[in-house]
């Protein structure tokens, strides 16, 4: 049954597989950025595996800083990117969560807003370099109560791992190695 442009059955077939193999839940992303000069860089997904199962993914995105910034805006600056990705991925899980308790979605909106002090990206200030709040608005044309769209909030919220990763400490591990 295709609900929001769910396959509803895919995605509760896929969560049973989870439940009975939690070794099929391991993905892993590796992703590649060329420097281009400036501050563009050319990335793309580099490897992608699904419980060890390579996906093939083909995407190229150039990124660039605005001009304002000393860029030469070819291209959405890192956190656009970041911000992109937090709306995609509660809005995605919003949709599924929907379509799970079949709940029909007309239109979806989302809005991020982040706010950052480029003074620490610029070391001019002991302040954080990177955002300080986050702000996502979702706008919604559906038949649901107020209720039921509160807890499908709830929900994509509770499970988006992009919001998980941006709100939480992920461990970082940075390296440097001179190419030959």
């Known amino acids: 049954m295709i609900r929001n442009g769910i396959e509803v059955d895919q995605v509760t077939g896929f969560a049973e597989v989870l439940r009975t193999t939690p070794a099929a839940g391991d993905a892993r992303l590796r992703t590649e950025h060329r420097w281009r000069g400036g501050y563009a860089l050319d990335w793309r997904a580099d490897q992608v595996t699904l419980a060890d199962q390579p996906l093939t ?45 079949g709940v029909v979605i007309d239109s979806l909106e989302v809005t991020c807003e982040s706010q950052l002090d480029l003074r620490g990206a ?13 702000k996502i608005q979702l706008s919604v044309r559906t038949e649901a109560s107020d209720e ?12 988006s791992p992009v919001l998980d990763t941006v709100a939480n400490p992920v461990p970082v591990e940075p390296a440097v190695r001179r190419l030959s």
């Open 57 to 101: 993914r083909r995407h190229t995105l150039r990124l660039d800083l605005p001009a304002e910034l000393g860029g030469t805006d070819h291209g959405p600056a890192p956190g656009e990117l970041i911000a992109a990705a937090l709306g995609a991925c509660v809005a995605h899980q919003f949709v599924e969560h929907a379509a799970g308790r």
């Open 122 to 134: 610029y070391q001019v200030a002991e302040v954080r370099p990177g955002w300080t709040v986050a």
């Open 148 to 159: 039921v769209l509160a807890e499908l909030l709830r929900d994509a919220v509770a499970t």
